[in-house]
């Protein structure tokens, strides 16, 4: 099993930014790539932005430029860096890692609200 972590979610101002985190903890060998993806009400959930363990970057269109994904393998957390912050980055950001076993297995974390308002 592993165990995800997420902190650092909250309301800012259009224009603003924050900084989430995920720890990874438990079996995490076997984990290749980890990410965040975010759902808005009524919507589906998406990718945001990925990074695998070879540092192979991936971001959404609607976020490039503006987001930016890094990890620290010392602490086994990775983060989200969200500036330039609009309305329509609101919704629940979700950590996920993929680990491959006899098939690839997605943990998810508990989720962290982001709301973009005035």
């Known amino acids: 099993q592993v165990q995800l972590v997420e902190s650092g979610g909250g309301l800012v101002q259009p224009g603003g930014s924050l900084r989430l985190s995920c720890a990874a903890s438990g079996f995490i060998s076997g984990v290749y790539v980890m990410g965040w993806y975010r759902q808005a009400p009524g919507k589906q959930r998406q990718l945001v932005a990925s990074?695998?363990?070879?540092?192979?970057?991936n971001y959404a269109d609607s976020v490039k430029g503006r987001f930016t994904i890094s990890r620290d393998d010392t602490k086994n957390t990775i983060y989200l860096q969200m500036n330039s912050l609009n309305p329509e980055d609101t919704a629940v950001y979700y950590c996920?890692?993929?680990?491959?076993?006899?098939?690839?297995?997605?943990?998810w974390g508990q989720g962290t609200q982001v709301t973009v308002s005035s």
């Open positions: 996920n890692a993929k680990k491959r076993s006899y098939s690839v297995v997605d943990y």
């Open positions: 990074i695998t363990t070879g540092d192979s970057l």
